[in-house]
């Protein structure tokens, strides 16, 4: 006896940010309240109270302020988790970067480490930083998934996402407010995350 069946149709239309390719794995995602209405393809990220909220880059951080008379610096990142491989610290001469691994390497021999989960960042400059100098971070967000459809947090505190798998790049978004498309560094984080654009 021979069977023919038919096991799965997909369909996706203009209304979701699943794409086609690598069949994605779509999730619920607890919201944080009073987000507005978030519309198909927001890049999102959690926040300290593991709750939804968008995904952003945020730069120029105030960390410190120079003294003439220090070299090191620490302070925890406001909107953390963040996305290994993002975080930058400067001071305007020496800049800091992430390694991915929890360590700053400094452009002048400077050694820093960054708790991606809490945030907290510590550096030490190779010199003194100057008197009145700020002391910066700029980071992303750890993303966390793409939204699968339009959500207003004032009726519902959860939604689909996309947290692995294809999204439709067509339709992807970071902020509410003034929705952008994603740069290249993010579309790469969103790749190194396991969510593929296409």
Same mark, same amino acid.
Request: aromatic share 4%.
């Given at each position: 006896? &021979?069977?023919? %069946?038919?096991? #799965?149709?997909?369909?996706?239309?203009? @209304?979701?940010?699943?794409?086609? %390719?690598? /069949?994605?794995?779509?999730?619920?995602? =607890?919201?944080?309240? %009073? @987000?507005?209405?978030?519309? +198909?393809?927001? !890049?999102?990220?959690? *926040?300290?109270?593991?709750?939804?909220?968008?995904?952003?880059?945020?730069?120029?951080?105030?960390?410190?302020?120079?003294?003439?008379?220090?070299?090191?610096?620490?302070?925890? !990142? #406001? =909107?953390?988790?963040? @996305?290994?491989? &993002? +975080?930058?610290?400067? *001071?305007? +001469?020496?800049?800091?970067?992430?390694?991915?691994?929890?360590?700053?390497?400094? /452009?002048?021999?400077?050694?820093?480490?960054?708790?991606?989960?809490?945030?907290?960042?510590?550096?030490t400059f190779a010199a003194n930083v100057g008197n009145g100098v700020a002391v910066d971070a700029s980071y992303g967000r750890r993303l966390h998934g793409v939204l699968d459809e339009v959500v207003d947090t004032a009726a519902s505190g959860s939604g689909l996402a996309?947290?692995?798998?294809? +999204?439709? =790049? *067509?339709?992807?978004?970071? %902020?509410?407010?003034?929705?952008?498309?994603?740069? #290249? #560094?993010? !579309?790469?984080?969103?790749?190194?995350?396991?969510?593929?654009?296409?």
């Open positions: 006896m &021979t069977i023919f %069946g038919k096991t #799965a149709t997909i369909n996706y239309d203009d @209304q979701r940010a699943r794409g086609e %390719g690598h /069949s994605p794995v779509i999730v619920s995602r =607890k919201l944080k309240a %009073g @987000q507005g209405v978030l519309p +198909v393809g927001l !890049l999102l990220a959690r *926040d300290a109270a593991g709750e939804a909220v968008p995904f952003e880059v945020v730069a120029a951080e105030e960390l410190g302020t120079g003294t003439g008379a220090t070299k090191a610096y620490a302070g925890t !990142l #406001a =909107k953390a988790p963040v @996305q290994p491989e &993002t +975080v930058a610290v400067t *001071d305007g +001469v020496e800049t800091f970067g992430d390694d991915g691994c929890g360590r700053l390497a400094g /452009s002048a021999g400077g050694t820093g480490t960054v708790n991606y989960k809490t945030g907290a960042v510590a550096v996309v947290v692995h798998g294809s +999204v439709r =790049k *067509d339709v992807l978004k970071v %902020g509410i407010a003034a929705p952008a498309a994603p740069s #290249a #560094a993010v !579309l790469a984080w969103l790749s190194d995350s396991g969510i593929w654009p296409n």
